[in-house]
């Protein structure tokens, strides 16, 4: 599903300038259609955990974006080892 970005604020319980901020650590990466800001269903998977991060843990900006950093690389591996997987499926 895609948010505008008052959806988005509302459905994230954020408030415009946390998101602004987000945005320009670029934690989350919205797309643009129009001129505005689209955010989807994993932006707003992803702004909860940084909510849980920073609420819940204590976590601190830098260790945030380490975080981020690396549940990144986890999915990339994930779909490289996916697109092996069938590869070598393909070949058997």
């Known amino acids: 599903m895609i948010f505008s970005?008052?959806?988005?604020?509302?459905?994230?319980?954020?408030d415009h300038e946390t998101l602004e901020a987000w945005i320009e650590e670029e934690w989350l990466i919205p797309s643009e259609k129009a001129g505005e800001i689209r955010?989807?269903?994993?932006?707003?998977?992803?702004?909860?955990?940084?909510?849980?991060?920073k609420e819940d843990l204590g976590v601190n900006d830098e260790g945030v974006g380490v975080i981020l950093h690396l549940v990144d690389q986890v999915h990339g591996l994930r779909r490289v080892m996916t697109e092996l997987l069938r590869s070598v499926r393909s070949r058997a």
Not at 8 to 13: S, Y
Not at 39 to 53: E, G
Request: hydrophobic letters at 50%.
């Open 5 to 14: 970005k008052q959806e988005f604020l509302v459905r994230a319980q954020l």
């Open 39 to 53: 955010l989807s269903d994993a932006d707003l998977a992803r702004a909860q955990l940084i909510r849980d991060l």
